[in-house]
């Protein structure tokens, strides 16, 4: 059986800088927030997802930056910095 859901656009700052852009999938009915803090799950799918790190800047130029995209990443709970949804 399906479980119908709504797409949420989110932007997610995590703690080591990181940055994903991209969608999470909430139950109908549920609200994002209590999608978050519902503790029998570490983790989240988010889909269409950009990811990209930042590791130094020095004199306003950038070292190194990863930036990849993925159909879906798995990201943990206890990783996220902020969240922000679109």
Sequence with gaps: MKIPKNKIKVNIVC?????????MHVAEGLRLLDF???TSENF????????QNINEVHSFKLVFQ???KKDI???N??????????
């Design 73 to 75: 990443i798995f990201l």
């Design 66 to 68: 990863l930036s990849k």
């Design 44 to 51: 989240i799918a988010v889909t269409e997802a950009l990811y």
């Design 36 to 38: 978050l803090n519902n």
């Design 15 to 23: 703690i080591d800088g990181s940055f994903i852009r991209g969608f």
């Design 77 to 86: 709970k206890n990783s996220i910095k902020w969240l922000e949804a679109e």
